[in-house]
DNA sequence: TTGTACGCGTTATCAA
DNA sequence: TTGATAACGCGTACAA
């Protein structure tokens, strides 16, 4: 059971370790006959290539990094999970990383985590896919990276993204049906593009309905629920209160019907409130929260196969936009209801 | 800014390339004077060992692996999070394996991954800690491992652990304390051992307080959201209504919460509701889990730290457990309490 | 279609 | 305390 080499496969299936690594990388050259019995061998030796190995050789590691700085653990885990499905379809390995409040640092470790593991690409997601320091300090290694979500930096490498602003037009609209005309917005965090999107979204969406967007009560929050908290506070203590808040993430709604809860204010029969993502959270809390499905699982797995596809330097397209959907759950309805 | 090797190095600091091996690990045989004139030329040249150079010369990859098969994305988050932060420490790398319902191909893929990236060691969570096969493949790999959380099965290798029968003590003796004599219990997915312990710290606190444990309704759960919801809608469905309901984790509690809003049953005037684990979602949840805080994330850290231990052949306790406390927040309260 | 010789960047062995 | 040289397991160039 001990680990074989490629030398050991060359010599049990009489061949050289030359044709062996033909086998091993689908090289077309090599008799049917030949690759048959090296492929016998392999399977019966339990053979492995190093991988270590092959890439000090070859010019690939088949690793690749996904990049993230990201408290959220549901975005996260589905990031992640998307990632992790299209490396197992294609042999890659993925080296998860981290960059958490690090602040200045952050470009040196990523730069030193590229040199030292000669990782072959890296998926970028938000907010570090706007970050034009990393994506400068990337270029400068040659190195292919894809990112999600990133802002309007216009770069080459490619994007995947969805339609943040006409999900928000969407969902505003759908409140504005509903018959709300006076409604809270919850802002999400400064630093990610997608924000100033959803709220752009927003305000186009009253303006073609009609409604001045200005006069609209606008809190900023962190995309935190303790931020949704505080916005959601401030929002239900105007004198003339809100029917519906629209928070730019799910987290900043549980935040907003937390606070309704508090002060008795019942939803969706007093207050109307929707979020943004369709994290698990959203429909965990009570009421179930009506959200925008954001699919990060696959714009993650669709950012991962375009990596693959500019490691092997096939064309890619430059930007890619994964379908949204408005989920209607039981968190609003039209605003003070009958009963 | 390209690359650089041990051999640019070398020329640039007028030594030998083992010379500056040597001082790259720490090696005591070289003079201060040389050790110093080397640093200079590494931080001056930027210098960045290669991983697979390194791994294919000597015995050690410098890479661990993070083995989980877990639903949760705030769990996974948590763990990840440790593990990740004992490795920024300490130059390590990490790989995340998640093993999704895959079934027969797990210990193959686990043992394929071992031998292709030459792994130094492993972290093993729950359920994946329970594995008497997982563990015997690694063991027939001469691999060092540290598992969070398994069964009570032997095995040399450190285990890192809290007391979930003596958590789950306390947090039925809090309830009883409050006044609670009939507490619908929800068990945790069959295949945690966790979930076995915590049922038994359940009956055993009964039992001290004189309680029948068998006139207690249980119901069995498999740690979701979804299963509390049914958990829940059985136990509350019953004629003589439990007024306080244990879930043995914070997704199914959210779930029985969900089932009582759903019912009209005010919480936690008529109904108290408690979890385990504390994660995010239990703040996040109106009202307020109370609930056991597992400290998955210095868990996870812990062992990773002791993984490194085992690694240099250091010695290292065999059992290490980790405190835990009952977070008391708004959800339990005394039975139909005044008002 | 197949094989030989060399190099990838580092650690290990042994000698100086 | 230091250095020359041989591994490590594989891919590449070139030859057969």
Redesign the pocket.
Known sequence: MA????????AAS?????????V??D?????P???RRVREAMTAMN????L???S?????SSLIALLFENPSANYVFAVQSGAMAKCRETQLRLLVQPLNDLGEPLIEEVLAMVDQTHIDGVVITPPLSANAELIAALDSRGLPFVRIAPDGTSHSSPIVEMDDEAAAHEMTSYLLALGHRRIGFIKGHPGHHSSKLRLEGFQAALASWGVDPAEQPVEQGYNSFESGLTAARRLLACTQRPTAIFASNDDMAAGAIFVAHEFGIRVPDELSVSGFDDTQLASTIYPPLTTVHQPSYTMSYTATGLLIDLIKRNAVPASTQLAHNLVKRASTAPPRRAN
């Open positions: 680990r074989c080499t490629i030398t050991d496969v060359a009489g061949v050289s370790i030359k044709t062996v690594s033909r091993l990388n090289e077309p050259s090599v008799r006959e030949t690759r053979y492995q290539p190093s270590p190995a092959r000090l050789a070859g010019r690939r």
